[in-house]
Nanobody, 124 residues
Framework: QVKLMETGGGSVQSGGSLRLACAVSGYTSTSGCLGWFRQAPGKERGVVGVIDTTGRTTYTNSMKGRFTISQDSANHTVYLQMNSLKSEDSAMYYC??????????????????WGQGTQVTVSS
């Protein structure tokens, strides 16, 4: 059974940084895609960025330059480094996984396995 668990959320002031981690267990395929999504109250869940097993990343345009996704394959963990945080970045952040490639798969409905989420709150 595939399980994902996010950690690292919290409260930070505008301009600050946080690093989220997503620990993946039970995924036995050698290929796959992991995405970071976020959802603010009253808004739809949207993609922050994705990373495939080769390390190739894709980001939503508004996240480029501030957010970085990386992976530690040996420890089955994917990270989301968030810098220069703004109040509008406040949301519940989720990691999600799907078998196969990332290219073309940026909707939450494309992802089969989800973590429980971690809250990020940015105060101005």
């Amino acid at each position: 059974q595939v399980k994902l668990m996010e950690t690292g959320g919290g409260s930070v002031q505008s301009g600050g940084s946080l690093r989220l981690a997503c620990a993946v267990s039970g995924y036995t395929s050698t290929s796959g895609c992991l995405g970071w999504f976020r959802q603010a109250p009253g808004k739809e869940r949207g993609v922050v960025g994705v990373i495939d097993t080769t390390g190739r990343t894709t980001y939503t345009n508004s996240m480029k330059g501030r957010f970085t996704i990386s992976q530690d394959s040996a420890n089955h963990t994917v990270y989301l480094q968030m810098n220069s945080l703004k109040s509008e970045d406040s949301a519940m952040y989720y990691c999600a996984a799907r078998p196969g490639v990332c290219v073309g798969y940026l909707r939450s409905s494309d992802y089969h396995f989800w973590g429980q989420g971690t809250q990020v709150t940015v105060s101005s």
